[in-house]
């Protein structure tokens, strides 16, 4: 269990030694806060502190206390001391910042900063101020530009254009503050980034506006999902934000990839309940920002993580069963989730670490590594899986999910491409037919669009297209009523200009078998854009519909 926490804390962070330190001295903090709350002993009250001056006592009574605490929890007695009396500090300065809140108004808001070890800011501001106020208040402190810093409370990034008390911001708050770089060259790269986002999701809302086929969302086995616009748009923009941030956690941008998943967040929460109990994309979202939460080593945030965790673990369970026996139904297998999985438990591990839940903390860490020891692959079979002309990804997916099996890993990447492809020309198809029925346009009813099916069967008995089309958007699709309207009512058709220009795809079939554009196009005005009647018509009249005066026979 112990190489497991090790393992967490030295992830991408070269002040290895420093953090284990600090860790090391939260959860002796942690664990005597808990012994102090069972024991109702409050340390801003006499025999610990005097009450008419709020300030501290004699060491007696705290030095008691760090022996019997050392005694029990088995902590060194100076270690024990010495969080005691910060315990001391932090209870009597909350006294003090509560009457000057009463009095004042003013609030105390901490500040941890993301990438500065145990650096806390205490500031004094007004709640009904705007954000941007702490913001440059921090700005100044830290004399580093305002553009740098990013404020996080309550899991989201506080908008610098609100006030602090409509974003949930309370007297005595921590809030972490995130510093997007240090060196000259690094500022502008990072405010590139982060004007990025918005520009973002400015773009995505181009791209996912109106009938747009640009973006497209898919289920994890590649079929389309049909979703209002609105949803899909949130949904859409929300999930480009997630991808974005993964791409800076790559990066170790952990404090823009927080910016990002922050952001997705906002979006994805637009979305109806029911829409997010279909797709599985916020809780991975929840994972990825517990893991941002720990990469910049931010203790004050395991409230939010824990929270987020919770949400991710219920939704893991939902999508996948308890033990992933649901996901074993469906696929036949569980390699590529599992990680998810272990991902899960690490991080619930540590937050049961810094919660003081030992025991659970304990067995989830020696699960974690279990799990870890299940999803290595062979390096022999990913080579061979190499040769064959498989991808990594595709190499090691196969192997997890055939628990390392060489041919059964090879039959099971070939199933999913096909699987794949399959499904690409289905959707192709999808897109193919709901491009036609918005050129066909809609029925009378302004709901539903005119159907390309119908259209061809009509026109396949003989019927001008033109007339087909006009026909079935006045009977909504009734090929019934159609029928009798191109039939017995034709006048109360609407059949558009014939004049107007033809579609260059029904020229060129014409023009394939020989005849000139010109003609073809007069043809094809003529027949109401029927190829096969103007073909017919070409072939009666050689040619040249204007030089020669000639009949066609038209089908009944």
Known sequence: MIKCILWYVIINNSNFFVMSQNLKFDNIL?????????????????????????????????????????????????????????????????????EVFKETGLATIKIKVSSRI???????????????KLIQKVSDLLCIPKERIKLVANGKVLNDKLDLFTQGVKNGMNIMAMLLAEKPQELIEHEK?????????????????????????????GRRLNLPEAERNALVTAMALHEKGRAALKREDYSLALVNYLEADEKFSTCTSELLKCVDNYALLHLDIA??????????QIPDAEKRLKECENKFHQSYGTNMERLLAIKGSTGNEAVLFLRLHLLQGIVYYHTNKSVEARELLRRTEDELKCLKVDDASLCALFELGFTQIEAR?????????LNAAADYIHKRRQERAEMKKKNLEQEKLEKEKRRLGLCADGVH??????????????????????????????????????????????????????????????????????MAKVALQRNNLDIDRAVAELLACGGNIEDIDCKLCILA
């Open 30 to 98: 942690s664990r005597i806060r808990e012994q102090l709350n069972l024991n109702k002993i409050k340390l801003w009250l006499p025999p610990y502190a005097d009450t008419t001056t709020v300030e501290s006592h004699t060491d007696e009574g705290l030095c008691a206390l760090a022996v019997k605490y050392s005694s029990l929890l088995n902590f060194d007695k100076e270690m024990c001391l010495t969080a005691l009396k910060q315990l001391q500090k932090h209870s009597l300065d909350r006294v003090k910042e509560k």
């Open 118 to 132: 145990s650096q806390i800011l205490s500031l004094q501001i007004h709640l009904s101020d705007m954000a941007e």
């Open 193 to 221: 980034r982060v004007n990025a986002v918005e520009g973002t999701k400015e773009d995505l809302a181009l791209l996912t506006s109106g009938s747009s086929s640009y973006l497209q969302l898919e289920d994890q086995s």
């Open 291 to 300: 893991w941002c939460y720990l990469c910049l080593g931010n203790v004050s």
């Open 397 to 405: 997916i196969g192997l997890r999910a055939t628990k390392g099996n």
């Open 449 to 518: 669009y005119v159907e390309p099916r119908f259209v061809n069967q009509l026109v396949d008995m003989g019927f001008a297209y033109y007339k087909v089309v006009a026909a079935l958007q006045k009977s909504n699709n009734n090929i019934g009523t159609a029928l009798q309207l191109i039939q017995e009512q034709p006048h109360l058709l609407q059949i558009p200009n014939l004049k107007q220009k033809v579609d260059k795809v029904f020229i060129t079939q014409v023009t394939a078998m020989g005849f000139d554009p010109r």
